[in-house]
């Protein structure tokens, strides 16, 4: 945890006088600036902020209705792994774009923990959207040990039930047995 001196106190800063802050505004160098972006007091710091393309899943795409979620899980098809399980349906208009949503219980941890597993798995999605057909509702459900598992196995079995899903979507099993 890092040492932040007394209100008043000057702290030694990596930056120049006028990078972070105006001269003779209130807390000028009383504590050091945090990595890029802004510090504690709400004032710009002095690092570069790094531009990179959008690390969220679009709003658009985002699944937020119950009745989506439940028509998802209930009437789509199932491909489940050990730390997730993909729930794959189509809406009956075709031109929307993809909605997924997220379902992490409290069997997977704590709030902290849970809220990492979404963060992680619409990360994921994020790169994966373009994958899905117009219309589809997706609904990723984390089990227990995705909440210890790394980013790189998550996005393995996130491949591997996505792959499933969208393979049997592709060319459904016609049975005559009725199984």
Known sequence: MPFWPPVGARAASSCPPDASVAPGSPGQGSHAPLPAGRDVGGRQSCLPRVKSRSLVLPSVSRMRRGDEFANAVRKGSRAGRPTLVAHLSMRPNADEPPLIGFVVSRAVGGAVIRNRVKRQLRHLMRDRLDRLPRGSLLVVRANPPAASARSERLAAELD????????RRE???TRMDGR
């Open 160 to 167: 591997a039930a996505l792959d499933r899903l969208l393979r």
């Open 171 to 173: 060319s459904p099993k």
